[in-house]
């Protein structure tokens, strides 16, 4: 299955279906349109995360707070925290989470594991998690 990696605070609030937008300077190719992808936590943390939230983007969060274990230092990291799918890709989205000047992916049905798959290095663009390794994970 396809995986992205993505830092945090970022990945959590994708897959805790809060942040519906996932900014990035390159176009989705259209063959993952339509595809559910694994989100990976990438082992890095934009630093900016929680600062740079919008008064707009705040409103959204404050709901979770507590569901998104706590500050940024004890969010997962390395780790397959959920899932996604990516429903269209385009520039200048209305949602508060879409940043002009980029590419726009849109995100649906977003899924947070009950439990994490740990431990699992990620890589640039998307990358192949092995099936096999995720259902003994399931099991």
Known sequence: MKAISIK????????????????RTWKC???????????????????N????????????????????FGNKKELPHGDIIGSVVIADCVQNHPSVWAEKGCWNWVL????????????VKG???FWEFSYFFFLLFLF
């Open 29 to 47: 190719p259209q063959k993952y349109i339509g595809q559910r992808v694994l989100i990976h936590v990438s082992k890095t943390t934009d630093e």
């Open 49 to 68: 995360g929680w600062e740079a939230l919008t008064r707009e983007q705040l409103f959204k969060v404050i709901p979770y707070e507590k569901k998104l």
């Open 108 to 119: 649906k049905d977003a899924v947070l594991f009950d439990k994490p798959i740990m431990n």
């Open 123 to 125: 890589k640039l663009s």
């Open 8 to 23: 945090q605070p970022w990945a959590s609030l994708i897959a805790h279906g809060i942040k519906d937008i996932e900014n």
